[in-house]
């Protein structure tokens, strides 16, 4: 019963449902009162009340529990009317909230409060009768929104107020609203509902007007003003809140490295080795369901925070994008999401198109000052710049960064340039020779391989295990919240977002001892088994893995050398093999001195042009079966004029060249009806390929020879353009997963998606046409390309995805088997039996289960990524570039989960310097008297020693959960575990003389620095 509580608890609903009846009635209470009775009052009140908040189990009369409220003036009662219990209030009864004095002071000249004055509390709302102090002892409670402050309850207005709600409600709204993203409107309206669930208002002792707009203000006041007290601007002497700095209220991250804080003194002299552990890893990225529509303005809505947290500073940066032109650049690379909204028109009717953000990559902490508003597509590389560059006033200059961008490859062509026209608060001496830019790993698969080789965070030295996608998880959490900010000013939308993200990152900063001990376990674990698994790799390619290391040492140094884990290009491509074929005609043409030919055309311009005319075919067979308009259908009986007109002109050619094609042309055509309505895409172009053997022993064989060159080339070039097509739908799905909300962008996102497919379709179409050239031409036997089929058409997968995927469908399994019942008496069978005699299909299923919990080791890769490519048996040379790039991937994954491991451990140690150093500056804050008033001096003073305790105990928990893995020094040469897995291989190779300077021996170019005056 303990593992299934409702089937024990069924059997028994009709007592629960007796008792929650009983509560209905007065459950057996006397109509007399008895805390009368037992003080001894000589009139005994009838007892008709009793409070619903509280856990008094009597029933009381009038006087009693008006006694037993004073102190809780917003309980919610009820009264027996002979049939029932009915709502009734305390003030009803003459509760009076006197302000200003003690509980058993009385003031002798109150000021009446309005009479229709509402207390919003956690228990609903609540008319209050309230008396304001006015009289001796005012200066001491002060004005009457420090008497109502001091009272805990918060003012909706300044002067006069009518409406309060309480610190305990402000406080559940904040942490529901950061926890289960409720809105204040879902809020508000639930407390009206628990004092009237009906929309009758035929009581007029309870709140009935609509104070929603002063509970909203009430909670965007709260969050600022627990903004400023966490930051300790309260406690600054010198600096009142006017001058609180940018960025000065974000929460930040303790294990990113930060010098004077918790980087060692001596950091910049750190061996050169083991200088990757002070990168700091940034992310950038853009979300476009965050979107504001065009209403209200910063006038009437203006920001509270203004650039003193996450967002940058609101008019410096509406003065930047007013210098800023269009920008158009697009991408030559993948149709990612930001790559679809770079020049989109959809931005009709919205303020702000979405955020664009910037967060440290391993922690996910959202940077100071490091989100901006987008607006039109157009200005969006502006937005961004802005973004990076005013997020890395906070981030120090000496140290080297590793930025990941799903578009990094575009974004940071010409930055460069557009770095240099930054408003001179945030233009900053930026030298590319620190910086690496990277794709994040889920993103890189949607990219083409020049780019998944090139800004690939698995072969970034110094990038452990880092998989740059932290930020996606940002944005997840804050889908929720677009519902509601979407309708929002400009003002409340952004306080909303700040107060999200600045829980966004305490919520990070108190799990931090969790997670990194859970990935330094895993890390652990993972660098042991890669270790063995790259040893006993190397053990059969001894000859061979000296040579290996050494490219990827040198590769690392120098990135312009040699890629070493790309796989040399096989075969040619179609243009190549075109342009080798024009240079042998054009060497022939010299040869003979006679350029007086029967025909202009040679024999490979006219097997090209035939070639061509096919190309255009297949492109045009689809239109046949589609619904076009009128327009699209002149367009397309237009390009089958000029296919037909192609067709003449071959035939032309084909009288000279292949005089068998004209005859077969010429019975084709009697066998077919109605000749002049054929449609152009259907004729037979009769191309030697599709002669029959007979037919092609009059052609020259040159000329076949010259198809099958060609043909074998169309094969390589279609597998390219399948593979390219493969990688943008990937990109185009994730875009859509993330990104697509509503009809209208799904509509989009579809149409994107559909357009993308036919292209795949149509390379695959041509790669097997061609491959059945080849066989006519060359039979079988002689072609190597095997038929692509349509399960083919799928990209790779790596054993992150493969592990992620196969651990979803083990925990899917398990919760479908859940509802499976099982005896004990069975299970105990199951256990002790030795023989497995459930049936074969059952026997298959849990084999099938097993291998797919094993990852990529069972799973076959689709043949169109193997290295040989399609054109057969790979040769010795081949399978010797397979072995170097697949030991080179093994070799790269090794030292990323070393460099994890470390990574880790230096983290570790980082936050607990940051914690330690945070409850000191909180230390700090208590000296001396803030003010001459003694109760806030006592009040500030306990809240910063409070804080301190805080951070102190942070720093405590994290050591007792981490224990000896929290050293707090750098790796020990000596132990084996930390050494470079070069060591532990034996694989050093000799070392140059000179080593260049820079962390890792990164890339410096002198053309690649951004060398901008620091200004301001």
């Keep these: 019963m303990q593992d299934y509580p409702f089937l024990g608890w069924i059997p028994e609903v009709p007592q629960y449902l007796q008792e929650l009846l009983r509560r209905d009635g007065r459950q057996g209470a006397t109509e007399i009162c008895l805390r009368c009775q037992i003080e001894q009052r000589g009139v005994r009140g009838q007892a008709l009340y009793r409070c619903r908040d509280c856990d008094e189990p009597d029933l009381l009369c009038g006087t009693c529990i008006l006694d037993n409220h004073q102190s809780r003036p917003l309980c919610r009662i009820e009264m027996w009317n002979g049939q029932f219990f009915e709502r009734y209030s305390l003030r009803q009864l003459g509760l009076v909230v006197q302000l200003g004095h003690g509980s058993h002071d009385s003031c002798y000249t109150p000021q009446m409060a309005p009479t229709d004055f509402v207390v919003i509390d956690t228990n609903g709302l609540h008319f209050v009768n309230v008396l304001y102090c006015a009289c001796t002892k005012s200066g001491d409670a002060g004005p009457y929104r420090s008497q109502l402050l001091r009272h805990g309850w918060y003012p909706a207005t300044n002067a006069e107020p009518k409406t309060c709600v309480t610190f305990r409600c402000l406080e559940m709204f904040h942490t529901m609203t950061l926890q289960g993203k409720v809105t204040t409107y879902d809020f508000y309206n639930g407390l009206e509902k628990l004092g009237n669930n009906t929309s009758i208002k035929d009581n007029l ?63 910049k002299d750190a ?19 965050l979107k504001r529509r065009l209403v209200s303005s910063t006038k009437k809505d203006p920001d509270l925070v203004d650039g003193k947290a996450y967002f940058t500073e609101h008019e410096p940066f509406r003065k930047y994008l007013l210098t800023v032109t269009d920008q158009k650049e697009m991408s030559t690379c993948s149709g990612l999401a930001a790559l679809d909204h770079a020049n989109t028109k959809y931005s009709k009717g919205y303020s702000e198109t979405g955020k664009g953000l910037v967060c440290c990559t ?306 084709w055509a009697l066998q077919v009806k109605d000749s002049d309505d054929r449609l152009a895409e259907l004729v037979p172009l009769f191309l030697p390929s599709s002669l029959s053997p007979a037919q092609c022993a009059s052609i020259p064989s040159s000329t076949c020879d010259t198809e099958a060159r060609l043909r074998h080339a169309q094969c390589q070039s279609a597998l390219d353009g399948v593979r390219s097509f493969l990688f943008i739908k990937t990109g185009l799905i994730s875009y859509r997963k993330s990104h697509v909300r509503h009809q209208g962008a799904t509509t989009r996102s579809r149409s994107l998606l559909e357009r993308n497919e036919v292209k795949i379709q149509y390379h695959a179409a041509k790669y097997n046409m061609a491959r059945r050239a080849l066989i006519a031409l060359l039979g079988v036997e002689s072609v190597t390309w095997p038929l692509l089929r349509k399960k083919d058409l799928r990209l790779p997968e790596d054993s992150e995805n493969l592990a992620r995927r196969s651990q979803r469908k083990i925990r899917g399994k398990k919760r479908k088997n859940i509802d499976d019942e099982t005896t004990p008496q069975q299970e105990n069978d199951s256990e002790d039996a030795e023989v497995d005699e459930r049936p074969l299909d059952a026997r298959l299923s849990h084999l099938k289960r097993c291998r797919e919990a094993m990852g990529d080791g069972y799973r076959q890769i689709s043949w169109i990524w193997n290295s040989a490519g399609a054109s057969g048996a790979m040769t010795d040379n081949e399978l010797c570039e397979v072995l170097r790039v697949e030991w080179s991937k093994a070799y790269s994954r090794t030292k990323r989960w070393c460099e994890e491991v470390l990574l880790l451990k230096e983290e570790m140690r980082r936050t607990l310097v940051s914690f330690e150093h945070k409850a000191d500056w909180w230390d700090m804050q208590v000296q001396g008297p803030l003010t001459d008033d003694e109760q806030l001096s006592e009040g500030a003073s306990a809240y910063a020693k409070k804080q301190a305790h805080l951070y102190r105990s942070l720093a405590a928990e994290c050591r007792r959960l981490w224990g000896a893995y929290a050293s707090g020094s750098l790796p020990d040469p000596e132990d084996p575990d930390e050494v470079d897995v070069d060591v532990g291989l034996g694989l050093l190779v000799d070392e140059e003389p000179e080593i260049e300077e820079d962390l890792n021996q990164w890339v410096r170019s002198d053309d690649l620095c951004i060398d901008v005056n620091m200004e301001g």
């Design 205 to 267: 002792n309870f709140p009935h007007t609509d104070r929603y707009k002063s509970f909203m203000r009430c909670i965007r006041e709260w969050r600022y003003l627990k903004m400023l007290k966490r930051a300790g601007r309260g406690h600054d002497r010198e600096r009142g809140v006017i001058e609180t700095h940018p960025g000065e209220l974000a929460i930040v991250c303790p294990a990113c490295p930060r010098p004077g804080v918790n980087l060692p003194d001596d950091w």
């Design 271 to 289: 061996p050169l080795e083991w200088r990757f552990l002070y990168i700091v890893f940034l992310a950038v990225d853009a979300c476009f369901r």
């Design 362 to 667: 391993r922690h996910e902490f959202v940077q100071p000052n490091g989100v901006v508003s987008l607006q039109k597509g157009e200005r969006r590389y502006a937005n961004m710049d802005y973004a990076f560059a005013s997020a890395l006033r906070h981030v120090s200059a000496d140290l080297p960064k590793v930025v990941s961008y799903d578009i990094v490859c575009q974004w940071w062509k010409n930055l460069a340039a557009r770095l240099k026209t930054l408003p001179s608060h945030i233009r900053i001496n930026i030298v590319l020779h620190m910086y690496r830019f990277v794709i994040p790993k889920l993103h890189i698969h949607g990219h083409q391989t020049a780019c998944r080789l090139t800004y690939a965070l698995s072969y970034l030295v110094g990038a452990g295990r880092t998989d740059g996608e932290g930020i996606e998880r940002a944005w997840a959490n804050m889908g929720p919240v677009a519902t509601s900010t979407v309708e929002m000013g400009p003002g409340g939308s952004h306080d909303t977002l700040e107060d999200h993200w600045a829980g966004w990152n305490w919520g990070k900063l108190i799990g931090l001892g969790d997670l990194l001990l859970r990935r330094l376990l895993a890390a652990l674990e993972q660098r042991s088994v890669h270790k063995a698994a790259l040893k006993e790799f190397s053990r059969g390619q001894e000859s061979y893995v000296k040579a290996w290391a050494k490219r990827i040492i040198d590769w690392e140094r120098d990135n312009s050398q040699p890629n070493p884990y790309e796989l040399p290009e096989n075969g040619l491509t179609e243009a190549k093999v075109r342009l080798q074929l024009a240079e042998e005609d054009e060497e022939a043409a010299k040869k003979d001195g006679d350029t007086n030919h029967a025909s202009d055309v040679s024999p490979a311009a006219f097997i090209s042009e035939g070639l061509d005319l096919e190309d255009v075919g297949i492109a045009k067979a689809e239109a046949q079966f589609a619904k076009l308009t009128d327009a699209q259908q002149m367009s397309l009986m237009t390009r089958r004029a000029k296919l037909r007109r192609g067709i003449t002109r071959l035939r032309r050619a084909q009288n000279i060249h292949t005089p068998t094609a004209i005859q077969a042309a010429e019975a």
